[in-house]
């Protein structure tokens, strides 16, 4: 009974206490939820508001060679702290003088009209008031801290300054598609600009970074602000563009659009081997004689057409392949005019009375639409899935799968289904209902320019980090063997005979062989083919001994002449003999005996003194001599030492900037309220307006790179 007795007083011991301990709990529960409750609002509420994101810089877009496509320049917000002890003791007396300034500046609302936005947000204290109306440049940032109140200071005029990166393209438009947008608005605008289309959307991951984390204290009336997280910087993105090349291509294509008033053009530069692409121009008709652009026309939707004759190799290929006829087979192509299942075919030269009868190699090289239909008709009539599934087989119907969005998708018709006609296995043998996107016809050729094997297209090269590399992105092959061998040589020398002796022989030189295909199809609209609306295109490589480049260019609706041998061949031709001719400059540069002393120190181009010692470091020449206090500088090599010279900056007077590198120019230029326009590539030789003379503010200047 003694030790019962026992444990029940331990027991209920026990149970007191922990009935304490819950009314305990219970209280700091509810004075957690209620009594304390306005002072956890007070901190939430102060570190919503003093929480400030701190954007990371945005990795760039550079070329091949590390020139910059796309990069990132500030542009700044103001707002002010109305309830700073600073400004409070000022608001009456300059508050109207600040109002006026304003209007002054961005003319979008009335002096009257900012005094009373202003008097409201002081009414309710507010500690972040946003002034400018929109983002405003470096200059204007000067300006603004010349106003009213705000020329206090940070601290005693409340001044708030938030920096927002600006996207800018160094090179104009060029490859401005490809390179892509950024979008605001895109997930509800609350991430910043977000990459939206081209490569800027496609590496939005690697090219964003990650933001930082401050936040804003007042301590003893001072606003101080204390990095929490820091940002990390974007990595950079080397695709495999050319600028040469792109310039090239873009040059090329820009003079035969504005010669044939065409709607549109596309032109495509890849390296056989590895499927990068080292020039891609799309240019659209923004106006009357005036192109820019507007729309990827080589890889969209917009661009998924019939594309005609260059549609011709697939279908001859299809049936040399599986044995059912050879390019010394003869057919007879008549007089150009052929009627099949209630549907007449012509040959685009029918006028003149037809060629009669041709071997299948003639036929390719005349382009001889009747002679294609009657050699696929006549080896697939009975079959006509076997012919479709050919061209399945070298994966036409697919899209290539780029990292880029918005790729158009290819359409074949197949036998069975509701829109096979009678006449389709026809239509279809010289590339009619059927649509492909310039980049996947080119993907097509370049394949059997690089002896079968089928590759995917490229634009990206590395991803750098730090100037390191992350990732490589490797060639990848799609199909190892798209047809045998046999037929592999068998198309090559069809293509070769097109620039010999055939509709393409225009595009023939004295230093190197062209092979391809000319190409010329009626546009279809509204399900019927008009008169005088036309696709001219040529597509190929060269030099056709050893491919090196593969090519397409196609040309929408050019008014006048029409043929893809007269509009689209000229093109090709221009691009492809200029290449080839960089490609003998940098073989013989190569090649060339280079004095020894000189060929140690590279040429230095003016720029921020950081930049040029970390590229110095690290081409191990660090016998540098830095005796100046300025941000950017010049070098020389004197002697076998390095010598700074400091570069002096004048932001009253135009600035001289011969011998910088684009982007460092075009940074000052834009910091001094210039607008920049730049031809060429390289580093800046000539600028419009001489360094040192007086300008207004806004006022183009435009400089040449070499």
Not at 115 to 143: C, V
Not at 294 to 299: E, V
Not at 398 to 420: T, V
Not at 558 to 586: D, M, R, T, W
């Amino acid at each position: 009974m003694e030790i019962r007795r026992v444990i029940i007083t331990r027991l209920a011991v026990i149970y007191f206490i922990m009935f304490i301990f819950g009314i305990v709990v219970v209280f700091k529960l509810a004075a957690v939820q209620n009594i304390k409750t306005g002072k956890w609002k007070q901190i939430a509420e102060n570190l919503s508001k003093n929480t400030v994101i701190v954007e990371a810089n945005r990795g760039n877009i550079c070329a091949d060679d590390g020139n910059i496509l796309a990069t990132s320049v500030p542009g700044y917000f103001v707002r002010i702290d109305l309830a700073a002890e600073g400004v409070v003791q000022v608001y009456e007396k300059l508050s109207d003088s600040l109002a006026f300034r304003l209007s002054e500046m961005f003319k979008d609302k009335s002096k009257a009209e900012y005094k009373r936005r202003l008097d409201a947000a002081y009414k309710r204290k507010n500690r972040g008031f946003l002034l400018t109306p929109r983002k405003i440049d470096y200059l204007e940032l000067r300006e603004i801290k010349k106003f009213p109140i705000l020329n206090r200071g940070k601290n005693r005029g409340g001044r708030i300054i938030e920096q927002e990166n600006k996207r800018i393209a160094p090179l104009g438009i060029l490859a401005s598609r490809t390179i892509g947008t950024l979008n605001k608005g895109i997930y509800g605008g609350v991430h910043g600009n977000i990459g939206y289309t081209g490569i800027e959307g496609a590496y939005e991951t690697y090219l964003k970074g990650k933001e930082g984390i401050s936040y804003k204290q007042n301590l003893s009336g001072r606003w101080v602000t204390r990095t929490e997280i820091e940002p990390q910087d974007g990595m950079d993105i080397i695709t495999t563009l050319n600028i040469k090349m792109q310039d090239i291509a873009e040059t090329a294509l820009l003079r035969q659009l504005e010669k044939s008033r065409a709607e549109w053009g596309t032109a495509i530069l890849m390296e056989v081997k590895t499927g990068k692409i080292k020039a891609i121009a799309n240019l659209g008709k923004v106006g009357e004689g005036l192109y820019g652009e507007i729309y990827n026309y080589a890889i969209g939707h917009a661009g998924c057409y019939e594309p005609g004759s260059t549609f011709k190799l697939m279908s001859l290929m299809a049936a040399m392949d599986q044995g059912l006829v050879d390019t010394s087979d003869v057919f007879d192509t008549g007089n150009g005019v052929w009627k099949y299942k209630g549907q007449t075919i012509y040959d685009s030269d029918y006028k003149y009375g037809g060629h009669g009868k041709l071997t299948l190699k003639e036929i390719f090289e005349k382009s001889s639409n009747v002679g294609v239909a009657k050699i696929i008709t006549h080896c697939y009539e009975k079959q006509p899935k076997d012919y479709v599934d050919r061209l399945y087989g070298f994966g036409l119907n697919k899209p290539l799968g780029l990292e880029i969005k918005g790729e158009g998708i290819p359409y074949f018709k197949y036998p069975g289904d509701r829109d096979w006609w009678g006449t389709s296995l026809a239509w279809m043998s010289y590339g009619y209902e059927i649509k492909m996107t310039p980049l996947q016809i080119l993907t097509f050729y370049n394949a059997v320019a690089n002896n079968g094997k089928m590759v995917k297209p490229l634009l990206v090269d590395e991803i750098l980090d730090g100037g390191q590399v992350v990732k490589k992105i490797n060639p990848e092959v799609i199909n190892p063997m798209i047809v045998s061998r046999e037929t592999i040589g068998k198309a090559q020398k069809l293509l070769a005979g097109v620039c010999e002796s055939g509709t393409g022989k225009s595009l023939k030189n004295p230093f190197f062989k062209i092979a391809g295909k000319t190409g010329t199809a009626q546009i279809s609209a509204n399900g019927e083919y008009p008169k005088g609306l036309y696709l001219a295109s040529f597509a190929g490589y060269f030099p056709a001994d050893n491919p090196v480049y593969s090519m397409i260019v196609t040309m929408n609706r050019p008014k006048g002449v029409y043929y893809g041998s007269s509009v689209a061949g000229p093109v090709f031709k221009e691009i492809a003999e200029k290449v080839y001719a960089l490609q003998i400059q940098a073989t013989e540069y190569a090649e060339s005996d280079q004095d020894t002393e000189n060929s140690k120190t590279p040429v230095i181009k003016k720029g921020q003194r950081s930049d040029i010692k970390k590229v110095l470091t690290s081409l191990g020449m660090g016998n540098v001599e830095d005796n100046v206090n300025s941000d950017f500088v010049s070098a020389a090599n004197l002697k076998g030492k390095i010598e700074f010279k400091e570069e002096k900056i004048s932001m009253d007077k135009i600035p001289d900037v011969t011998g910088m590198g684009v982007s460092n120019a075009i940074y000052i230029l834009e910091r001094a309220g210039l607008r920049v326009k730049v031809n060429g590539i390289g580093k800046v030789t000539k600028q419009s307006l001489t360094p040192g003379s007086k300008f207004h503010k806004g006022q183009r200047i435009y400089l040449t790179l070499s």
